[in-house]
């Protein structure tokens, strides 16, 4: 078997002393204690593999795509390996040799068969317009097809601002297809096809409700493609707007999606939007920001290995739930992460996009 992505990465996989400060951290190792699910275990794995010591049976391709992606132990990391890199190149790897889990093959062929990762064919347009604006909203997969309601509020944001702005003819991002080792040359299409959509319409600024594409747009798209419109995340667009909300008399908490969090950094501004609802109590989680944990549904997670996802979106929802009466995150991936953790645990808390609650509140 061929690994020779993963081999470039040699020298960094020699980095790591073993001194498993990444074990802290791993929410699959938190939910599974087994050393081969953490940082330093799937390095051996895909060092094991390049150096052909190791063959890809199924324990060893199931641990490999045990990652969220989440980045929290490259945080953590003291010789400062590049963890996801390894991980998305051992998965290319796999991948190409044939070594992939039904559950990401399936995700591969509804994109390939509809444009989707859920295999929709029913596209609705939301009542708005496919026109040139300025401003257009790239709505993403899942909120287009799971979370709509999602959707549904940041047009009536949009609309209540007064905003001239457009939907996308958009395909999927290809955030998934990334995370999972898909071939490159696919994805690069799908990001062609995103582009000139965009483009076609004269936007200028494009944004995004869902942290995995804005973070696609933003680290893997500039790798491939030249585009001068401006993507940022709702949550930016909105913080730097006075915008009138009614009293709010409940304390909310946030999850910082790892995608615009430990990824992107993007701390301060749902955090402003939130301070900003009057009478509202806002209250930290102690593990925020750049210590955030992951909801447990990046990196092919929530498809292959859904147990293991809700396990781990269940102990964010109660540790929110005993200190808060709304957990409110920016991700629809995320929200439907945190449901599904719910769905466990049963606690008394209402999950939120902040887009959802922002609208409910927002005087036009
Ligand atoms: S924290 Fe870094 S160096 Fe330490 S075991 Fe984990 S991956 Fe290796
Ligand atoms: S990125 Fe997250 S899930 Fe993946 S190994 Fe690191 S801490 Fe664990």
């Known amino acids: 078997m061929k690994m020779d992505r993963t081999k470039k990465l040699e020298k960094e996989m020699l980095t790591c002393t073993f001194c498993g400060f990444c074990k802290s951290v791993c929410p699959y190792f938190e939910d599974n ?14 060092y094991g593999l390049t150096r052909g010591e190791i063959e890809p049976d199924d324990s060893v391709v199931k641990r490999i795509f045990q990652c ?11 010789s400062d390996i590049k963890v996801i890199e390894i991980v998305k190149a051992a998965r290319r790897d796999l991948v190409e040799s044939g070594f992939i889990l039904p559950a990401h093959s399936k995700i591969i062929d509804n ?21 040139n604006a300025e401003i257009g909203y790239f709505i993403g997969c899942t909120s287009r097809y799971r979370t709509t309601e999602i959707a549904t509020h940041t047009i009536s944001i949009l609309r209540k601002l007064g905003l001239d702005f457009t939907l996308v003819e958009e395909s999927c991002c290809g955030s ?9 040359e696919d994805i690069v299409g799908l990001m062609k096809a995103n582009v000139e959509a965009v483009k076609r319409l004269g936007i200028k600024r494009l944004l995004f409700t869902c942290a995995g594409c804005l973070h696609m747009f933003k680290e893997e798209y500039v790798k491939h493609l030249d585009y001068d419109f401006e ?4 949550v930016q667009f909105l913080s730097r707007r006075k915008l009138k909300l009614k009293p709010l008399r409940k304390k909310i908490t946030y999850h910082d999606p790892c995608h615009i969090g430990r990824h992107m950094k ?14 509202a109590e806002f209250v930290e989680m102690n593990e925020n920001r750049e210590l955030s944990r992951c909801c447990g549904g990046g990196g092919g997670v929530r498809a292959s290995d859904p147990g293991a996802s809700q396990r781990i979106a269940s102990r964010r929802v109660r540790a929110a739930s005993e200190i808060a009466d709304i957990l ?30 922002i609208d409910d509140l927002l005087i036009s």
């Open 33 to 46: 204690q087994w050393d081969p699910s953490v940082a330093r275990g799937k390095v051996i794995l895909a």
């Open 111 to 131: 994109v390939e068969r509809t444009g989707n990762p859920y295999g929709e064919t029913d596209k609705t347009d939301f009542g708005v317009p496919i026109k």
């Open 68 to 78: 969220t992606t989440c980045k929290d132990c490259e945080r953590r990391c003291p």
């Open 176 to 184: 998934t297809l990334h995370r999972i080792g898909h071939r490159k």
């Open 231 to 234: 993507a940022e995340h709702i």
């Open 328 to 357: 409110v995150t920016s991700c629809p991936f995320c929200v439907s992460t945190l449901v599904f953790g719910n769905d466990l645990v049963n606690v008394d808390i209402e999950i939120k996009d902040i887009t959802e609650l």
């Open 266 to 279: 993007i701390y301060d501004e749902p955090r402003t939007l939130l301070n900003s609802i009057p009478e």
